[in-house]
């Protein structure tokens, strides 16, 4: 048999420091962080913006049923009134924008 000869020392060096960097978890914390504080940040702004998505959506039904029912209960509705509908229904909708309604 051949006798095993010793590693040198520059892979002696390399393999310990591998060893020691696989081991390591000094920046571990880091890392998680760069990983989680993204991802925390970017659900909490997606949670806001689907709360004001969705309450949007049920100012603008309830709008659209209060109108519904106001103009349905006149046998006839002229201008004037439709303007007054108009701007109670805006009221309702408030602070969102009624322009392009």
């Given at each position: ?17 591998l060893h020691r960097l696989a081991r390591g978890q ?45 103009v349905t209960r006149q046998p006839s509705v002229n ?12 009221e309702m909708i408030r602070p969102f924008p009624t322009?392009?309604?």
């Open positions: 048999m051949r006798p095993q000869r010793k590693p040198s020392t520059r892979k002696r060096r390399r393999s310990h420091f000094a920046g571990g914390a880091l890392v998680e962080a760069a990983i989680v504080i993204p991802l925390g940040i970017f659900l909490f702004l997606g949670i806001g913006e689907f709360a004001q998505g969705f309450t949007v959506n049920r100012r603008i039904e309830a709008a659209a049923g209060t109108a519904a029912d106001l201008t004037a009134e439709l303007n007054g509908i108009r701007q109670m229904l805006d322009d392009t309604l």
